[in-house]
């Protein structure tokens, strides 16, 4: 009967927990945490086996500005936890809700939360890392070189350590001239000074944060093989710290998809430079 009991009152406290506290192999993940009021900001948070506090990553997923979803976190987290390290992937407002500017300030508000918060979830908060895909490494690459976005959500910019790249959009101006795209003109409007402001190339000259960048270019797509050799080049000019690796023959999702496989270069090259940017 006591252990009839027992059983019960386990079920009931697992049904009483909030939903996003759950465990998986190796470590917690914490599900749909939410860092605001939106329904679409909420992140998961996978923590490695290991006690803490630890080391964060946070992954910002692609989708074009209008799609995707954070869900794609649990095929980014798995060598990253394995290496000791804390793994955020973030949802955040999407075009139309936001422009393009917004989304990125979401992902700053969900750091902040992270790290006002990084004694509850054992997290590090003396720095941070960020890897975005496709539109969400133009997020990042933005938080990277506009200290404006950290600064607005009460974020030290010094903390940000290291900018992670899968392929994405860092010259708007060219993206629209060179691959004209009715979705993309609308998303970032027909005002080149407003292209320039969301532009990571044309935002180096004047930036104040010099985070280590690390690229993975792929050789399928020529658009987005002008974009990322545009933005290395840029970032050589101004002194920058970068390095790049070449994901060769992966389509555009494959780079997410197999980020774990370590047959291929990207999860090796992610760790490679998070330990470079101690």
């Known amino acids: 009967m006591n252990t009839l009991r027992a059983l019960c009152v386990t079920v009931l406290l697992l049904a009483a927990a909030p939903a996003w506290a759950q465990r998986n192999e190796g470590g917690a993940v914490d599900r749909n945490v939410p860092y605001g009021a939106d329904p679409a900001q909420m992140l998961d948070l996978y923590h490695p086996a290991a006690p803490g506090p630890a080391r964060l990553v946070v992954f910002v997923h692609g ?14 987290a798995p060598p990253l936890v394995a290496a000791g390290y804390a793994v955020a992937s973030i949802g955040y407002r999407l075009y139309p809700l936001a422009t393009p500017a917004g989304e990125v300030a979401d992902a700053a508000d969900a750091i902040a939360y992270l790290l006002r918060n990084a004694q509850r979830f054992s997290i590090d908060p003396s720095g941070f890392a960020l890897l975005g895909h ?6 990042v690459a933005l938080l990277g070189t506009d200290a404006n ?4 959500a009460r974020v030290d910019p010094a903390k940000l350590r290291a900018v992670i790249t899968l392929v994405g959009v860092f010259d708007v101006k060219a993206n629209l001239t060179h691959y004209p795209k009715e979705r993309e003109s609308q998303i970032f409007g027909a005002d080149p000074a407003a292209w320039a402001r969301l532009s ?3 935002l180096l000259g004047g930036s104040t944060i010099h985070p ?23 970032l050589k000019k101004h002194g920058e710290m970068v390095e790049s690796v070449v994901a060769h023959g992966l389509s555009h ?3 997410v998809g197999e980020f774990a496989d370590p047959a291929q270069p990207m999860g090796a090259f992610a760790l490679g430079c998070l330990a470079a940017a101690r």
């Open 63 to 76: 989708g074009g500005w209008v799609g995707g979803q954070k869900g794609a976190g649990r095929r980014i």
């Open 253 to 255: 999702a494959q780079l």
């Open 212 to 234: 280590r960048f690390c690229l993975v270019h792929e050789d399928r797509v020529p658009r987005f093989i002008e974009q990322e050799s545009l933005f290395e080049a840029a």
């Open 134 to 139: 496709s539109s969400g490494a133009h997020m």
């Open 149 to 152: 976005y950290l600064r607005n």
């Open 200 to 202: 990571p190339v044309d």
